[in-house]
């Protein structure tokens, strides 16, 4: 595989090796000043010691490897062009097992994004960045936090890989997350942490429809950030759920769609929305069939957000797939854990327990108004009773009064309508009374019957509440060691990426890490070693195209006047065929 001698031109064209050499003596002398009496090797090793054992494991995947352990059997030639002999699997463990103890995951990631970022992009202007998620499944028996894994179709225990890119794509940093973790509450600190890491303000982020929620969108109005993203394509939303903002426009480089700008034709929503709406349609037609969303910048047309979103798939979606076909991306390293509560669990626990707690709430409310009919029931009747007894006694006089004026033949005509009108009276009381009685009644029952039901409800939200087991521990990975192998694996992929864009011929420029492994990496030949200069001569190609494509690559290599670390000339060729 002396191809990968390109690959150690790269590393110091780029910076990283310093970088990483720094990173090491530091985190060393930080973790030997905290445990004075710790021995183990990676603090006093020196630094070609350590460079290659961190060679191997940057170079696992270029030797068809995918875990240290594969090591253990192996019979290639591996590095040892390099070195002299290939390291088994037991040292590269301990090694990675000891950069675990010193922490080394998160600093080397920062460090090497440092180096990435000024070697990509020269000079302070900001950036805008892609970020997505790459989630990669850890199979296992054993209890732990679960997600979804898109790649399998299923729910499973796994990790969430954050990988953020570039303009171009070129990869900046990754981080390892829960995978229950989710876009919205790590986002907006990740940009943030991001701009202090690289020392570039960050101008906005492009992410995916994960992102085109609306709690994603507070966040981001909240910190005044910008970023843009896209609703899902479900549900389709017709033109008449937005009200059109200004004429529609040609999208750029695409006559074929329109954008315009949009707000929600429901005021109440339109209102608490923080997020903006491009809306795209294919020219001649009414719906929109893309809806961009975000907090988007003011200075972007909104003619460029179509094909500026588009740059996703080829600079992030293709990268994260590159990455899993050639550098090991969905490999775990390290199977150490905590037992912690689920956090799943409680999550359901808590929105049962709120859905609880809004049917106690109900239910105190009809108790409550049970009650206070219930008590207006005798106060009620008793004032009917009393207001009934007051007419019939006053019936009763004028009765006593007809009779007499009867008797005595004076006029009863009053008298007479004063009877009848305490009748009426009475009749409208007991009416009235009775009326109000059975309106009672109903409101009671009414409410007797939403109790019941009430009741019932709680005690099935209680029981599935209670049935939520949130006292069992489940396991969760330690990421520390697969954090440090992630580092390595962006790392490998940049330095390909260099390689790629600065050495290669122009026809191999476009060569995704995979491929150039088998036609460049791979390649097998021969390495002299003089004290000024390295001489590498590669075999020759069976095919003419590829032996010309390697020619000029050599040519251009060598036109660098690139060197190794100790400051000796590298000159690459390749052989001719007979």
């Not at 898109?150 to 390892?176: A, C, D, F, S, Y």
């Not at 239910?363 to 106060?379: F, G, I, K, Y």
Request: glycine fraction near 6%; proline fraction near 6%; include cysteine.
């Amino acid at each position: 595989m002396l191809g990968y001698f390109s690959l150690e031109a790269a590393k110091a064209e780029m910076g990283v090796a310093e970088a990483v050499t720094g990173c090491v003596e530091t985190e060393s002398q930080v973790y030997q000043a905290a445990h004075p009496s710790a021995t183990f090797r990676v603090l006093s090793s020196q630094p070609e010691t350590i460079w290659g054992k961190f060679d191997h494991l940057l170079y696992l995947p270029l030797l068809n490897l995918i875990r240290p352990r594969d090591l253990y059997y192996y019979q290639g030639d591996g590095l040892q062009s390099v070195y002299g002999f290939t390291y088994k699997y037991h040292p590269l463990e301990q090694f990675l097992g000891q950069l675990t103890r010193l922490e080394l995951g998160q600093p080397l990631a920062n460090r090497l994004a440092r180096s990435y970022t000024q070697a990509w992009y020269c000079g302070d202007e900001t950036l805008f960045v892609f970020a997505d998620w790459h989630v990669k499944p850890h199979w296992t028996k054993w209890f732990s936090h679960s997600g979804a894994v898109t790649m399998w179709g299923r729910v499973m225990p796994g990790t969430k890989q954050l990988l953020v890119n570039g303009p171009e794509g070129h990869l900046l940093i990754g981080w390892n997350y829960p995978i229950d973790s989710h876009f919205s509450r790590v986002l907006v600190e990740m940009e943030t942490k991001l701009e202090t890491i690289v020392e570039r303000a960050i101008a906005y982020t492009i992410v995916d429809s994960e992102g085109g929620g609306l709690p994603l969108a507070e966040r981001y109005a909240e910190a005044k950030r910008c970023y843009l993203s896209v609703l899902p394509r479900n549900p389709v939303r017709p033109l008449s759920d937005f009200k059109v903002q200004g004429p529609w426009q040609t999208v750029t480089d695409d006559p074929e769609h329109e954008v315009v700008k949009a707000i929600w034709a429901d005021p109440k929503k339109a209102a608490q929305d923080p997020r903006h709406l491009i809306l795209m349609r294919p020219v001649s037609h009414t719906d929109p069939t893309r809806i961009y969303t975000g907090c988007i910048p003011a200075d972007i047309p909104i003619t460029q957000i179509p094909p500026l979103f588009r740059q996703r798939w080829f600079h992030q979606e293709w990268r994260i797939r590159e990455l899993v076909k050639g550098a090991n991306l969905n490999v775990n390293y390290g199977y150490t854990y905590d037992e912690v509560p689920n956090r799943t669990r409680h999550r359901e626990w808590q929105e049962v327990q709120e859905k609880v707690e809004v049917t106690a709430g109900k239910l105190a409310q009809h108790t409550e108004a049970l009650s206070n009919l219930r008590l207006q029931l005798p106060p009620f009747r008793q004032t009917y009773l009393q207001q009934k007894a007051d007419l019939l006694a006053e019936l009763q006089t004028h009765q006593q009064d007809l009779v007499q004026r009867q008797q005595t033949g004076q006029p009863t005509v009053r008298c007479q309508q004063g009877v009848l009108r305490r009748e009426q009276q009475l009749n409208k009381l007991t009416t009235r009374y009775q009326k109000r009685r059975e309106t009672l009644l109903n409101r009671l029952y009414q409410h007797r019957q939403q109790c019941r039901q009430l009741q019932t409800k709680l005690v099935e939200q209680q029981a599935a509440r209670d049935a939520i087991d949130t006292d069992t521990l489940c396991r969760e990975r330690l990421l520390e060691k697969d954090q440090i192998m992630l580092n390595l694996q962006l790392l490998l992929i940049n330095l390909h990426d260099w390689t790629s864009e600065h050495y290669f011929a122009p026809q191999w420029q476009q060569l995704q890490l995979d491929t150039a492994s088998r036609l460049i990496y791979q390649k097998p030949g021969r390495v002299r070693w003089y004290p000024d200069r390295i001489e590498v001569k590669l075999e020759p190609y069976r095919y003419a195209d590829q032996q010309q494509a390697m020619e000029d690559t050599c040519d251009r290599f060598n036109a660098a006047n690139l060197h190794w670390r100790d400051g000796r000339l590298l000159r690459i060729h390749v052989a001719r065929g007979s």
